[in-house]
């Protein structure tokens, strides 16, 4: 079973948590943790590069950060989703909702 590694950085109008690590049940209770206090306050960025396996708990989570944000007017953004991340979003369906980005200078 792989970790999950997350690191924080504030920015401007944002918390960036850069995730290295499988995104799955058993490394999730972090993330979830996080994002769900943050996304109240301040636009989240996930960073999704290092990302190297995420299941539907991790989609879950970002759909709830996702739906989260939108009730208190704040986004959630997906950073470079490495390829099993952008395959996880394709095949839910998913990828039109999320607001995916290659920059935090696109974060508004």
């Known amino acids: 079973m792989e970790q999950l590694t997350i690191w924080e950085k504030d920015g401007a109008n944002y918390i960036l948590l850069e995730l290295t690590g499988t995104v799955d049940s058993y490394t999730t209770a972090e993330l979830q943790t996080k994002v769900y206090d943050y996304i109240r306050t301040t636009n989240v960025v996930l960073d999704l590069a290092n990302v190297t396996g995420i299941d539907s708990t991790g989609?879950?989570?970002?759909?709830?950060?996702?739906?989260?944000?939108?009730?208190?007017?704040?986004?959630?953004?997906?950073?470079?989703?490495?390829g099993d991340v952008r395959q996880a979003i394709d095949?839910?369906?998913?990828?039109?909702?999320?607001?995916?980005?290659r920059s935090v200078t696109e974060v508004s």
Do not use: V
Not at 70 to 82: C, F, T
Not at 91 to 101: A, E, K, M, Q
């Open 91 to 101: 095949d839910t369906g998913f990828s039109d909702t999320f607001h995916i980005i």
């Open 59 to 82: 989609i879950g989570i970002i759909m709830a950060g996702h739906n989260d944000g939108e009730d208190s007017r704040h986004r959630l953004y997906l950073m470079n989703p490495s």
